[in-house]
C-alpha cells in the first residue's frame, strides 16, 4: 500500500475509530490473487470484543462506501484486535502491556526478556525473571533504549497476581463488492473462523 494512500486511509478511517471508543493501530491493504484485503486494527486500554469489532467494521464500511477511497475494485474488510503477541510501538501499548512478560530487543544489543511492573512518560520499571533458582530483579528502561519490543504468551505462569490473560485477536470482515454500473454492494459481516470453516 503506497504512503500517500495509507496516509488517506487513516485520515478517513481514524476520526470514525475514535468515536467509536477506540485506537487505530494499524491498517494494511494486500493484494490476494485478484481480490485485495484492507486490514484494520484497532484495541482501546479495555480491549474490543467481538461486538465492539462488528460495530466498528459496519462504521468503517459504510463510511468507504461513501467515498473512492478503495476505489471501484472488490475488497474485503478486515477488522481485528492485535492479538496476543503483539508489537508494542506507542506509549499506550507499554500501558495496556502491564503485568505481561516481553521481549525487548535493545539499541546497545541484546535482548531481554521481563515483565512490565510499571509505565511512566520516560520508561518501563521491569521485573526480570530469575534463572537457576535466583530470584528475580527489577530493571528500569529508559523508552530510547528500546529498538523493539514484542509481548510474550504465558500458558503456565505459576504467579498469577492479577495479570492479565492473553487475549485472542478478534475480528470480523465485510466482502465489500462493487460494480461500477450499478453501484450495488454486498456486505456482510462474519467472524474470521466462520470464513475459514
Known amino acids: 500500500m503506497s504512503t500517500t494512500q495509507s496516509e488517506r486511509l487513516r485520515e478517513l478511517l481514524e476520526p470514525l475509530v475514535?468515536?467509536?471508543g477506540l485506537d487505530l493501530e494499524e491498517i494494511a491493504v494486500d493484494s490476494v490473487g485478484r481480490k485485495?484485503?484492507?486490514?484494520?486494527?484497532?484495541?482501546?486500554?479495555?480491549?474490543?470484543d467481538?461486538?465492539?469489532?462488528a460495530?466498528?467494521?459496519?462504521?468503517?464500511?459504510?463510511?468507504?462506501?461513501?467515498?473512492d477511497a478503495m476505489g471501484?475494485?472488490?475488497y474485503t474488510l478486515e477488522v481485528g484486535t492485535p492479538g496476543a503477541e503483539r508489537s508494542l510501538t506507542e506509549h499506550r501499548h507499554f500501558v495496556r502491556a502491564t503485568d505481561r512478560l516481553v521481549r525487548?530487543?535493545?539499541?546497545?544489543?541484546g535482548e531481554l526478556?521481563?515483565?512490565?511492573?510499571?509505565?511512566?512518560?520516560?520508561?518501563?520499571?521491569?521485573?526480570?525473571?530469575?534463572?537457576?533458582g535466583r530470584?528475580?530483579?527489577?530493571?528500569?528502561?529508559?523508552?530510547?533504549?528500546?529498538?523493539?519490543?514484542?509481548?510474550?504468551?504465558?500458558?503456565?505462569?505459576?504467579?498469577?497476581?492479577?495479570?492479565?490473560?492473553?487475549?485472542?485477536?478478534?475480528?470480523?470482515?465485510?466482502?465489500?463488492q462493487h460494480d461500477p454500473e450499478h453501484d450495488t454492494e454486498n456486505n456482510s459481516v462474519n467472524t474470521t473462523e466462520e470464513e475459514e470453516a
Open 55 to 67: 460495530d466498528v467494521s459496519r462504521a468503517l464500511s459504510a463510511k468507504l462506501d461513501e467515498t
Open 50 to 53: 467481538l461486538d465492539r469489532i
Open 104 to 109: 525487548f530487543q535493545l539499541h546497545e544489543g
Open 135 to 176: 530470584k528475580a530483579t527489577t530493571r528500569r528502561i529508559a523508552f530510547g533504549e528500546i529498538d523493539k519490543a514484542r509481548v510474550q504468551v504465558e500458558f503456565n505462569r505459576k504467579d498469577d497476581g492479577g495479570a492479565k490473560a492473553p487475549k485472542p485477536s478478534e475480528s470480523t470482515e465485510h466482502d465489500t
Open 18 to 20: 475514535a468515536s467509536q
Open 113 to 132: 526478556v521481563a515483565r512490565i511492573l510499571g509505565v511512566d512518560d520516560d520508561g518501563l520499571d521491569l521485573e526480570v525473571p530469575g534463572v537457576k
Open 36 to 48: 485485495r484485503v484492507l486490514r484494520v486494527v484497532v484495541d482501546s486500554d479495555t480491549g474490543a
Open 72 to 74: 471501484d475494485a472488490e
